[in-house]
């Protein structure tokens, strides 16, 4: 099985060079870099990637065009402050060896010591076992034919993942694999944890109410 990982970026010129340099190590695959108008050198810096495109900002648009160029049989997409470990790609290939599989994401370590980020974790994970919803940051895999078929990201500004892990959910298994995704902490580190965690439980329940993604969008700023 071929997989592309697709990397979205904006702003990341310090992490995209050695993110491309340690998924590379990671075993084979093809790297797509798809950028949304980074103005610090992130273009330069991804030339080590089998693909960069230039798209519309947006982390839906830029997955979705990634998608759209990759050659793989399923498609892994990584955000730029996430990193795989040695057998990622191997637990992605036995996971998707079971024809009732049709995605999946990797439980996380975030990358930062204390006993909140460990309670993260674990919330993280839970939240996968019991409702299918993974998240961006837990590196999410599926197959190229379930991705093409419920027509890829939303694209919306807020919620992609959120909303194409519902979608692929009714198509077959979701399942949660190891070895963990390494997660940087900075977006928790510059909201708080708690204030973090009680945004994003926040911006769920209004979703759930019927408010517009793109309406929320305003209220997660950008972190880099």
């Known amino acids: 099985m071929s997989i592309s990982v697709i990397i979205p970026t ?38 080590g990637a089998d ?21 793989g049989d399923a498609l892994l997409f990584l955000h730029a402050d996430c990193r795989l470990q040695a057998g990622a790609f191997e637990a992605v290939e036995a996971a998707l060896k079971d024809e009732r599989v049709v995605a999946g994401c990797f439980r ?21 076992k019991l409702w299918k919803w993974a998240y961006g940051d837990q590196g999410i895999f599926v197959r190229r034919d379930a991705f093409e078929d419920v027509g890829g990201f939303p694209e919306l500004k807020l919620m992609e993942d959120l909303y194409l892990m519902k979608r692929l959910k009714k198509r077959g298994r979701i399942v949660q694999v190891s070895p963990p995704l390494l997660v ?21 329940g209004l979703a759930g109410c019927g408010v517009s993604p793109d309406r929320l969008a305003r209220f997660y700023p950008n972190v880099r």
């Open 10 to 47: 904006l702003n990341e010129a310090e992490r995209i060079g050695p993110l491309i340099a340690a998924t590379r190590d990671s075993g084979e695959c093809e790297i797509v870099v798809v950028d949304g108008g980074s103005d610090d050198g992130t273009l330069e810096q991804a030339a």
């Open 51 to 71: 693909v960069v495109l230039i798209t519309q900002r947006g982390r839906a648009v830029q997955q979705n065009a990634g998608a759209a160029a990759a050659r």
């Open 108 to 128: 996380q370590r975030i990358d930062a010591a204390g006993w909140r980020y460990r309670l993260l974790e674990r919330g993280n994970a839970l939240r996968v």
């Open 184 to 204: 940087s902490p900075r977006r928790w580190q510059q909201a708080g944890v708690v204030r973090q965690t009680l945004r994003n439980w926040v911006l769920l």
